[in-house]
């Protein structure tokens, strides 16, 4: 609710004090390299004449990555966040800040690639080691820092007090319910004996995910990026998941993958699928969290964008239009909400149960 | 395109922070928290049944208490009713006592009663018996003082012997 409120006044304003023809270009030209991007298509054909608002691309830069965060912006003043470049090319290692590869200048025989948005070598046009901070680290290492701070005192909590005399306080109230939730969560897929060596873990996706979702959503700096919908950082979830889940598996769990009990024509088959599977499950935890978290900021945004659509077909068009897209922006920011916590449960269900299912014991 | 290509970038710094933040809190964090809460829960657990258990015990306790009462409350009753029985008695006792003890001292006062009219009878009697005589006495003095009165007498009386001797003849 607070990022479509603040965006659309943000943007109204912004809107407002641009004289008229050129008002709803400020966006577009904020970012210049973005703004040329031929391939850039809006889905929603607004991009007939070269002045107009460039929905896709606007979309597309929130929940991109990015070598500098907008924070926000004032009639042509922005207040922009440049974060470091480091990079490996080959001249070597590169540390400098991303405010020299404004507007496509090149540095150091860096530039950035107009098309991709990514750190290039000038000449040659190859792609160097990038590990540079961008945007979605600096959320991630918000993030981790928020996680560690929360749950570092949540232990210290428990450590401090005596939980048979008192009842948790503050930060520590909080946080129980949703550990203790994950942890006899555990212990009803992997069983009794050993889910205390999973249950780590579990906590530790479970609230990341949670963590990084719900800061998705809040629409300020340093919340906003959309880090649980950008395929890399899911993808590592699901390898550590993949990677716990076969590296504890169990030698009934092997044996249930490559000579599982089935008839005899079936015997050649069985190993191709049941690897298959088991190559599957880490590729739809991937993608149902990586799709769920893009989906809910692209259609918040949309909505958003459907102010400034409306924008040039009049004030009454406008004001309506506005009533509606609020509206609707705060249901489906409710919505994300929701879905934050229910994609940050199924993941660590689904993680729970692999695991639980690697650690059987064979009857 | 963009979107759904992993970047290399990204998914160093995920492992890495990731990585560190999960080894930190797998140490310092979640352990710490889940132990303490699962010591609370099996205490709580272990509180739950032993209050069953008082309760079981205290409803039996109820029980005794409401049993011990009610005999009590017989007990007394059954007292009460002795006691009530017994004062009866007692009185009923007392009553026959003293209606024994009246009745055989009323006897005892007839009988002398009786004793007394009898002895003042007989001494009545022997007077009037002494009177009379006397009386007689100087009656027949009186009337046999004389020869001829004194004959008249003896006559009559022979007649009436022998009246009554033809009467039985």
């Known amino acids: 609710m607070i990022r479509v409120l603040l965006i ?3 943007m109204l304003l912004q809107a407002l004090s641009v004289p008229e023809g050129d008002s709803l270009s400020s966006a577009s030209l904020r970012d210049p390299v973005r703004a040329n991007a031929p391939e850039r298509e809006s889905p929603s054909g607004t991009e007939a004449e070269g002045n107009d608002l460039n929905v896709a691309e606007i979309i597309f830069d929130h929940i991109g990555d990015d070598y500098e965060w907008h924070i926000a912006s004032w009639g042509d003043r922005h207040l922009i966040l440049h974060l470091p470049v480091i990079v490996h090319s080959s001249t070597g290692w590169h540390v400098f800040s991303s405010r020299h590869l404004e507007n496509g200048a090149s540095w150091e025989g860096l530039k950035i690639d107009p098309e991709k948005g990514k750190i290039i070598e000038a000449d040659s046009g190859k792609r160097p080691f990038d590990i540079s901070i961008t945007k979605n680290v600096l959320a991630l290492m918000f993030s981790c820092l928020l996680l560690l701070a929360v749950v570092l005192c949540t232990a210290r909590w ?18 129980e319910p949703l550990i203790m939730m994950v942890h006899n969560m555990a212990r009803e897929n992997i069983g009794e004996e050993d889910y205390r060596k999973f249950s780590p873990y579990l906590c530790m996706a479970f609230l990341f995910i949670l963590f990084n979702n719900f800061l998705g959503i809040v629409p300020f700096f340093p919340g906003g990026a959309n880090l649980t919908g950008n395929i890399a950082v899911t993808l590592v979830l699901a390898l550590f998941t993949f990677f716990t889940v076969n590296i504890f598996g169990t030698k009934h769990y092997y044996k249930e993958i490559f000579a599982p009990d089935v008839p005899g024509f079936l015997k050649p088959i069985m190993p191709v699928i049941e690897v298959f599977s088991a190559m599957m499950k880490p590729v739809s935890l991937t993608i149902r969290l990586f799709a769920n978290m ?18 040039k077909y009049g004030a009454v068009m406008l004001g309506s239009m506005s009533v509606i897209s609020v509206l609707f922006g705060v249901f489906l920011d409710a919505l994300e909400c929701l879905v934050a916590f229910i994609q940050a449960y199924v993941f660590t269900m689904l993680s729970s149960i692999y695991i ?8 | 395109m963009n979107l759904i290509t ?31 809460v699962e010591k609370r829960n099996e205490t709580i657990e272990k509180s739950l049944k032993d209050a069953k258990e008082i309760e079981l015990k205290m409803t039996e306790m109820v029980q005794d208490h409401a049993r011990m009462l009610e005999e009590a409350r017989k007990e007394q009753a059954q007292i009460l009713r002795e006691a009530t029985d017994s004062r009866k008695q007692i009185l009923e006792q007392a009553k026959t006592d003293a209606r024994e003890e009246a009745d055989k001292i009323v006897t005892e006062a007839r009988a002398r009663i009786a004793d007394e009219k009898e002895s003042a009878m007989r001494d009545i009697r022997r007077e009037a018996a002494l009177l009379s005589v006397g009386v007689a006495e100087k009656i027949l003095r009186e009337e046999l003082s004389s020869e001829k009165a004194q004959q008249a007498y003896l006559e009559r009386l022979v007649d009436e012997v022998a009246r009554e001797n033809e009467q039985v003849s």
């Open chain 1, 158 to 175: 428990y450590r401090r007090h005596d939980v048979l005399k008192e009842t948790p306080t503050g930060i520590a109230a909080l946080m």
């Open chain 1, 294 to 311: 893009l989906a809910g900021h692209i259609m918040i945004l949309s909505i958003v964008c459907v102010i400034f659509i409306m924008a």
């Open chain 1, 8 to 10: 659309s006044v943000l």
């Open chain 1, 356 to 363: 639980g299912l690697a650690r059987q014991k064979g009857d």
């Open chain 2, 6 to 36: 992993p970047d290399s970038g990204l998914l160093f710094w995920m492992v890495l922070i990731f990585g560190i933040v999960f080894f930190l809190l797998a140490k310092f964090g979640f352990p710490v928290i889940t132990s303490m």
